[in-house]
């Protein structure tokens, strides 16, 4: 691997890392000691949906969907299991909130939360993403000097961790905006 790596895992144990510098998406199952490439081509850079650059925040949904913040893309795609072709979610050339929120080259981690709402984590912004409605809302806005890491546990509370913040930030997001 050619740098460091945002992590997840899926239902079934296997763990996806994302390895920015090669421009890919690679997945390690519970029996295999080699990873797969599961999105993007290895040392291959570009905006084609099969094509990934620079990519950060991962998550892996109930129906093993996997979803890329692709930061040199500036947007948000996901990949269905077997297809090398993701959808697109969210990019500044198609919603103009995302491209004003998203003007820090390498945003860091997204999450989402058991309604299909997308959270994506920059530097100075939190945005919640409902894909029903393709709204974006800002739910935390803060400077971390470093784009943050989110987690949501199961009572709607999302968890930040940024490396300059030195702790861990708690906010209740389940029924109203932070």
């Not at 530097?123 to 989110?150: G, M, Q």
Request: hydrophobic share 35%; with cysteine.
């Amino acid at each position: 691997m050619g740098s460091e790596c945002n992590i997840t895992a899926d239902l079934r144990g296997s763990v996806y890392c994302s390895d920015s510098n090669n421009y890919r998406v690679i997945k390690i199952t519970p029996n295999n000691t080699y990873a797969t490439v599961v999105a993007g081509v290895t040392n291959t850079n570009g905006s084609q949906l099969n094509l990934l650059s620079y990519p950060q925040g991962i998550f892996v949904d109930a129906d093993y969907i996997l979803y890329v913040l692709d930061a040199g893309n500036n947007r948000v795609v996901a990949f269905s299991p077997g297809n090398p072709y993701a959808r697109l979610l969210f990019s500044s050339s198609i919603n103009t909130y995302y491209s004003s929120f998203y003007n820090n080259y390498h945003s860091g981690d997204l999450t989402l939360d058991n309604s299909g709402n997308i959270y994506v984590a920059g530097i100075y912004n939190i945005t919640r993403w409902a894909p029903s409605t393709s709204t974006a809302t800002s739910i935390v806005s803060v400077s971390y000097w470093s784009a943050p890491r989110l987690r949501l546990d199961s009572k709607g509370n999302l968890y930040i961790g940024a490396y300059f913040a030195a702790g861990i930030d708690k906010r209740n997001i389940s029924t109203n905006i932070c």
